[in-house]
């Protein structure tokens, strides 16, 4: 049972680093706008042949 | 929208001949007759139009055109947008210092645009780089209409920037509350960290009572119990000291100034339930609330977050309405051939100054006319529904509109000191003094404490003496526990924030979701009358007289902006000729305008000009025209080479379905009275036409009256809703229960009410009182099922039959059933829209 000082410990450690990214990704920003992102992704794609300078053979 | 409406609409006509129905290549909308050239491959409604595709087609940028097919609605469209206005404000030191961050050797900027709809918007504006050297990036948010720009300041100046958006076709307005904005982004992101590390918290404390309620039979070891509880301690301490705070904080206001809040009940059972919980983990023994209070932090944090972001929604598109104002005006510098004109910005005026004020546009400052001679509406400044004529040497003041000719203003007053500027004091005071609203949920916040801590009490007092001082402790604490109002605290946001949202879509935008539990009431109503109940403009209702004038009054007026003129080629739209013209025309200054059409010399105007320039009534004309002032009519005349040979009745009607609107309120149980700056008779004219006693309709009000009756309504403890588009309107709306404005009022009056509609007219109104009246009814089945909840609760915690098992069960278990029954009612409640 003592497998539990390391497992309690690890699975702290686990949620602090979500929190740690989430705080992150909070003061960065990501948040502010939920709805444009979406929609800017879409664009990018299926857009017809729109030429980007710099974009090489991938 | 103040510019808009001195534009042509003429891409939303439609009586068409149908052998030429064609759309506009730019907007799709359909275009008039009139400008249809049958030559040409592609048709425009209107130059705006012409002008953006143009300027697409030529920065290749017509996939915007595929774009907008997948994602736009037809509905909405529009014909594009053009203020025709220069930006060189935006050039200006003032203007840059006040808007523009620099970052080494960039500059970034956030504008507004007028007109974004769509995600085909988004790529357009995103492509802004690719066809403006110089900015290096543009970021658009769809949700409010908000433009990031970075730019290099070295290369291409911010007026050329807000120009090639106006020429896409957006035009571009400066945002106002940046300060008030940034704070606003700062609460959120705070309560949103807030939130993550009360779930975090939560989810862990969770974890370890969870191994301690399976290993609470009897095989856990002593070692691991005490590891287990001095994490969900620590993991305790943390949400209610961080997260937590808000509602400690909330609590210890609550507290000083003697009233009650539904904070108060959540902070006695976090601070109850911490330090039992603490004491029973040292002397480790008894049991811990910790999970059960870690899941209440978060909950009800969720239930504000989600609250707080659905309410920035609506004051985002309410700082867009109000952005509408200009920036800028012209100043004349020097005198004779050294005469230059210089584009500043407001702030920069200073008394003495000499600024131009070109047809259509708002006077910057209050002033003494030095040059020319115009009309100046007044509509929004003081509620008077029929334009003035100035003159040389006549004082005018800033929040008027120029609807003449050009004119050049000696400024005497501006900023505070202007008109304008004193009615805004008026407001900021109505503001200040005006008492946040007492919510539903704060009244019975004090009723529940009461009861709270007399159960409380008398359940200490009764396992004190019948099982010791452990006992009792216990058990009262979790009867604080379970009695901590969570349903209703989380349910309550929630209903609220889906509320807020359900009006926005009906373009209700609600700045305070107070206001809902207000309307619900009804109460005293009082209504302005210009631009309120009526649509703020002349129509035609009578033209007494030869008919066949009517096509050459309709081709001599669609050159003047005059409110009249707009009015009659409006109404006139059916008799105009295509392709026939008014030629030499001149706006006279005495009330006329003369022009020649098809060689026939043609003057509209007062009877007073007609007579002085030769053209007197005959008899029949004569007794037409008394009869129609009588009815509070503007009579013009029309006369074809000095020939009076018509006369027309204009008056400032009603909207449609006014009086329909007015009898729902009424069913509501509202008291209307009309309060407005017009004379007298006008008022009681809309006052009776619309349904209503001409008794309860007041002319010739002062702002500072309306303000007075609104304050005497209140002293008299009677609820009352104000509901105005103007400045003069605006103090009354800020110190009113519930200030309403309405669409197409000044900015004023937008700072200052709690709603506003985006749509004309009082239907909107309506819409929104039956939905506070939804809304409050949800509330209170909230209140019930959580109250029985509770009661539930409670009685099993004085029996001494809650452990902490039970009260991590029961409280999600009741805040679920409470939301989802809250979610599902304000949707079953869903009808579509009867008064739109």
């Not at chain 1, 390391?6 to 920003?29: M, S, T």
């Not at chain 2, 609807?403 to 407001?427: D, N, Q």
């Not at chain 2, 704060?442 to 200490?460: K, M, Q």
């Not at chain 2, 604490?477 to 609220?496: D, E, F, N, Q, R």
Request: aromatic letters at 4%.
């Amino acid at each position: 049972m003592s497998v539990i000082y390391i497992v309690l410990p690890l699975a702290l450690a686990l949620g602090g680093g979500a929190l740690a990214a989430f705080l992150w990704a909070v003061r960065k920003g990501q948040f502010d706008d939920l709805e444009t992102p979406a929609i800017r992704i879409a664009l990018e794609d299926d857009v017809a042949p729109v030429t980007r300078p710099g974009r090489g053979s991938g | 929208m103040e510019f808009a409406d001195y534009r042509p609409r003429t891409g939303t006509a439609t009586t068409v001949d149908d052998t030429h129905v064609a759309a506009c290549a730019h907007c799709g909308l359909t275009v008039p007759a009139a400008l249809v050239e049958p030559e040409s491959a592609e048709q425009y409604c209107c130059s705006g139009c012409r002008a953006v595709r143009a300027t697409l087609l030529a920065s290749g940028l017509a996939d915007y055109y595929d774009l907008r097919a997948r994602f736009d609605d037809a509905a909405t469209r529009e014909p594009a947008r053009s203020s025709r206005r220069s930006y060189a404000a935006f050039d200006r030191e003032v203007f840059q210092r006040q808007h523009v961050r620099t970052t080494g050797e960039l500059a970034r900027i956030d504008l507004l645009l007028e007109g974004v709809r769509c995600a085909a918007c988004v790529w357009l504006v995103e492509k802004l780089p690719r066809f403006v050297p110089g900015v290096r990036a543009a970021e658009l948010r769809l949700s409010d209409s908000r433009v990031s720009i970075t730019y290099d300041p070295q290369r291409v100046e911010l007026s050329t920037i807000a120009a090639r958006l106006e020429s896409i076709g957006y035009p571009v307005h400066p945002a106002h509350s940046e300060i008030q904005r940034e704070l606003g982004k700062r609460a959120e992101r705070r309560l949103l960290v807030e939130l993550g590390v009360a779930g975090v918290s939560a989810g862990n404390a969770m974890l370890v009572a969870f191994a301690l309620y399976s290993g609470a039979s009897g095989d856990l070891q002593a070692s691991h119990a005490a590891l287990f509880r001095w994490t969900g301690l620590v993991l305790g301490w943390i949400a209610i000291l961080w997260p937590g705070q808000r509602f400690l904080r909330g609590a210890y206001g609550a507290l000083r100034t003697r009233t009650a809040n539904l904070d108060l009940p959540i902070a006695i059972a976090l601070v109850a339930g911490g330090l039992a919980g603490t004491w029973n983990t040292v002397t480790a023994r008894g049991d811990s609330y910790f999970d059960s209070l870690t899941l209440l932090v978060f909950l009800l944090l969720a239930g504000r977050y989600v609250q707080a972001r659905q309410q920035r929604f609506a004051s985002d598109a309410v700082d867009l309405m109000r952005a509408l104002t200009p920036v800028g005006c012209r100043v004349v510098r020097g005198a004779g051939q050294d005469e230059v004109i210089e584009e500043v910005t407001i702030a920069e005026l200073v008394s003495g100054d000499l600024v131009e004020v070109r047809s259509g546009e708002p006077l910057p400052a209050d002033g003494a006319l030095e040059v020319g001679a115009s009309c100046i509406d007044r509509a929004l400044l003081t509620g008077e529904s029929t334009p003035v004529a100035v003159g040389v040497g006549d004082v005018v003041h800033a929040g008027s509109q120029n609807v003449g000719g050009t004119l050049r203003i000696r400024v005497t007053e501006v900023g505070a000191a202007s008109r304008i500027g004193r009615l805004m004091g008026l407001v900021q005071e109505s503001l200040a003094e005006k008492p946040p609203i007492e919510r539903f949920t704060d009244r019975i916040a004090g009723w529940f404490v009461g009861i709270l801590t007399a159960l409380a009490l008398a359940t200490f007092l009764y396992w004190l003496r019948a099982a010791g001082l452990g006992v009792a402790i216990d058990n009262t604490v979790a009867l604080l526990i379970v009695a901590c109002p969570c349903a209703l605290g989380l349910a309550t946001p929630l209903t609220l924030a889906v509320a807020v949202g359900r009006a926005a879509r009906a373009g209700l935008l609600v700045k305070d979701a107070a206001v809902f539990e207000r309307l619900a009431r009804g109460g005293h109503l009082l209504l302005d009358k210009t631009g309120t109940i009526t649509r703020g403009a002349p129509t035609l209702v009578e033209w007494v007289g030869d008919t066949q004038l009517r096509a050459d009054v309709a081709a001599l007026e669609a050159v003047s902006l005059h409110p009249i003129a707009r009015a009659l080629c409006a109404a006139l739209e059916g008799d105009a000729r295509s392709g026939v013209r008014a030629t030499d025309v001149e706006e006279l200054l005495d009330g006329g305008i003369r022009g020649r059409v098809l060689g026939a010399d043609v003057r509209v105007g007062s009877l007073e000009h007609l007579a002085h320039h030769g053209a007197a009534l005959g008899p029949e004309l004569a007794a037409a025209a008394r009869r129609l002032e009588a009815v509070g009519c503007t009579v013009v005349g029309a006369a074809r080479e000095s020939r009076c040979a018509a006369i027309l009745g204009l008056i400032d009607a009603p909207r449609d379905g006014a009086r329909d609107a007015l009898r729902a309120l009424v069913d509501r149980g509202f008291t209307p009275e009309v309060l407005s700056g017009d004379v007298q008779g006008a008022v009681a004219r809309v006052a009776s036409e619309v349904g209503l006693d001409p008794a309860v309709a007041r002319g010739a009000v002062e702002p500072e009256e309306k303000l007075a009756r609104v304050r005497e309504l209140l002293a008299q403890g009677r609820p009352c809703v104000m509901v105005g588009d103007g400045v003069n309107d605006a103090a009354a709306l800020a110190a009113a229960g519930v200030g309403i404005a309405v669409h197409g009022g000044a900015e004023a009056s937008l700072a200052a009410a709690d709603a506003y509609s985006s749509r004309p007219g009082l239907a909107p109104l309506v819409e929104l009182v039956d939905l506070s009246r939804r809304t409050l009814a949800t509330i209170h089945r909230n209140l019930a099922l959580s109250l029985v909840y509770n009661g539930v609760a409670v009685v099993s915690a004085m029996l001494g039959l809650v452990d902490p098992l039970v009260a991590a069960i029961l409280m999600p278990v009741s805040s679920a059933s409470v939301l989802g029954l809250a979610l599902l009612s304000i949707r079953g409640g869903q009808r579509p829209r009867q008064l739109a």
